[in-house]
């Protein structure tokens, strides 16, 4: 087969694949927070409605809402987020609530601003309501 000259070798870490929390199809992306739980494995939403009950709980004054294809609870700004994934309930606070709370979080995976919670460990609802509000008051302070 004659080499094409005009094509390029193009090594994997230069294809940058679409972000996909939950595995949802682009033609399917959720509206609202029940419909990225109804998306979700079976076996999985009982973890998400847990989360979203803590959050809304800890901070009833945010609006819920999809960003980023993800379930976020929004006051001006996108507040936190939370995914399922294969493996773990993703909850997205930012950086700064990472450091805050990082011997809390010494149990979890985390990275810049992600906490990763295994499906086999025991949500800390209560801990991740204090994170929300944390992060709520953080956000309304900045104002």
Known sequence: MPEDKNVKAVKSSDIRKPS???????????K???EYIAAQPEGVRP???EVRGAISEAIPEAEERISWSMPTYWKGHNIIHFAGAKKHIGIYPGPDAIIYFSHELEPYHTSKGAIQIPYSKDLPLALIAEI???CFEQEMGAK
Do not use: C, F, Q
């Not at 929390?21 to 682009?26: H, I, R, V």
């Open 132 to 134: 929300a509000r944390w």
């Open 47 to 49: 973890y998400l409605n």
């Open 20 to 30: 996909n929390p939950g595995n949802l199809s682009t033609s399917n992306k959720p």
């Open 32 to 34: 609202t927070i029940d």
